[in-house]
T-cell receptor, first 112, second 115 residues
Framework: DAKTTQPNSMESNEEEPVHLPCNHSTISGTDYIHWYRQLPSQGPEYVIH???SNVNNRMASLAIAEDRKSSTLILHRATLRDAAVYYC?????????????FGQGTELSVKP | KAGVTQTPRYLIKTRGQQVTLSCSPISGHRSVSWYQQTPGQGLQFLFE???????NKGNFPGRFSGRQFSNSRSEMNVSTLELGDSALYLCASSLEGGTGVGGYTFGSGTRLTVV
């Protein structure tokens, strides 16, 4: 199973952009890059996913390196409600089905 | 629309007993997955069901089992409970299941404490 590496923790100021990095040097051609976040006392929440191109949705943007060995989740304006653990996950739907392999994630704290 | 519903929210059981947890997916979702979350091991995949068939299984002992009904609702069962089974058990549902590329929607989990 492909692995990802993320910093254990990051800090941000409210209303500033946040860039959460993820390294996945062993990514295969059929791996999709997924991001989930888990707020305190809740289940994980899907944020965004991509394969090769950068992706945007109402929650965040996903920037994928050209060689796909790293990616960055971008929160454009952090709010206090964005404080959570963010997980970067590689998922190959053809070979691992719905199995999500969670690492330790990055704990993001947001200061007012 | 209603999210993923897990019942009960909290449960206390004694070592050696068995427990059944329930998950109702989002209406129309046919894939249901189960995860165990502990402070030491983090989030670990248990199994995935799609249209009543188990499609994927994690590395857990046979005491952990599950099933899915024709209405996509799922249950997981843990027999002969051990103290180490104390955890937050999370259920997630998806429209397409394993071969789809979309995201999964998680419930808030069932907190199981084994004493």
């Amino acid at each position: 199973d492909a692995k990802t590496t993320q910093p254990n923790s990051m800090e941000s100021n409210e209303e500033e952009p946040v860039h959460l990095p993820c390294n996945h040097s062993t990514i295969s051609g059929t791996d999709y890059i997924h991001w989930y976040r888990q707020l305190p006392s809740q289940g994980p929440e899907y944020v965004i996913h991509g394969l090769t191109s950068n992706v945007n949705n109402r929650m965040a943007s996903l920037a994928i390196a050209e060689d796909r060995k790293s990616s960055t989740l971008i929160l454009h304006r952090a709010t206090l409600r964005d404080a959570a653990v963010y997980y970067c996950i590689l998922r190959d739907p053809y070979n691992q089905g719905g199995k999500l392999i969670f690492g330790q994630g990055t704990e993001l704290s947001v200061k007012p | 629309k209603a999210g993923v519903t897990q019942t009960p929210r909290y449960l206390i059981k004694t070592r050696g007993q068995q427990v059944t947890l329930s998950c109702s997916p989002i209406s129309g979702h046919r894939s249901v997955s189960w995860y165990q979350q502990t402070p030491g091991q983090g989030l670990q995949f248990l199994f995935e069901y799609f249209s009543e068939t188990q499609r994927n299984k994690g590395n857990f002992p046979g005491r952990f089992s599950g099933r899915q009904f024709s209405n996509s609702r799922s249950e997981m069962n843990v027999s002969t409970l051990e103290l180490g089974d104390s955890a937050l058990y999370l259920c997630a549902s998806s429209l397409e299941g394993g071969t789809g590329v979309g995201g999964y929607t998680f419930g808030s989990g069932t907190r199981l404490t084994v004493v």
